[in-house]
């Protein structure tokens, strides 16, 4: 019997799910990623929820231990900095680049093709992809794991798009041992302070290179402020060489204007402490809010995963847990079927699709309370 093979398009966190799943399963798995070599630390802090840890251990890629810094306590700041609420609650905080980094290592280099710009595929006898310079592949299993402008998802649902929230999360990171005393007061906790339509919270990550010691972490924070869909989200989405961008401006092209902006509201609005952390983030850089969500995951021998299908708002803290179960949950329908991919994906396809859209209401019922006080 001829191994099955599998084409995953995108190389990023769910991409990788799927791919290290399956290829335990046996099957010949090859992703597709279309930018070059290890991509770059986005800094972006992540809950560690039990979808991922569990893929991870079941995988040998990683222990909770190895991947994450602890939190104890969950915490909210008054405006002055004296504590409104502090109660126990244990939690586990990664980030990106850590998990990306342990997949990556898991997963053989000659099986990650990177720079190579999926364009469409045909549906046959078999599957073709059709990349760039007149590279295709022929699979039994096309999995779109290409964020959430896939465009898999664009071929199959040329209908669905992003729907803007209304606001933005501004985002940073400090090294800890640039700002001790920052880190001794954020360490240990997950701190919030709210105020009208807008709040931060801020945690301690994992720093450069995945070292989880004290003294080398970074400080994580987000903020969600409000931006008015025209001239207001224009100007935050306008970078320092003057272009617009569409989602997002990363790191070290935010423009000076929008920094100083941000340093002047953080004066603000924010406790003593958050003010401090935000003025002492050399690169914050900033993600529109959005909405995102499929009716249909599953087209005969392809389907849509992680947030090429559903992108729920981040106050969930499951985007990528959400990723990790799409790619578990695959698996075994892949095997209880038999390697009968239609059969599995029919089978796989309702309870992701429940998943997503219970994910969705949820998060743009505390995204739209808390910015909008609806």
Partial sequence: MLTP???VIGGSLGGL???IALRDLGYGVSVFEKSSGLMRDRGAGIVLQSEVTELFRRYSIGTTNEI???VRDRRYLNHDGTVAEDGRMAQDMTS???LYRKLREKFPDDK???ETHFQRFDDSQRIVAHFDGGRTEECDLLIGADGPGSLVRQQLLPQVVAEYA????????VPEAEHPELAREFAGRFTFFQASHTHILCYLIPGLGGVVTPGQRRINWVWYINAAPGPELDRVLTDKDGRRLEFSVPQGFVSTTMTDWLYEEARRILPPTFRRLVEGTREPFVQTIHDLAVPKMAFGRVCLTGDAAFVPRPHTAASTAKAAANATALRNHLTMAKGDVIEALQAWEPDQLEMGRRLRIHGQRLGNRSQFGR
């Fill in 5 to 7: 093979k599998v084409v």
């Fill in 96 to 98: 990106w680049d850590m």
């Fill in 112 to 114: 990650y093709h990177t």
């Fill in 17 to 19: 799910f799927s791919a």
């Fill in 68 to 70: 994450s810094v602890p």
């Fill in 166 to 173: 209304g606001y933005v999360a501004w985002r940073g990171v």
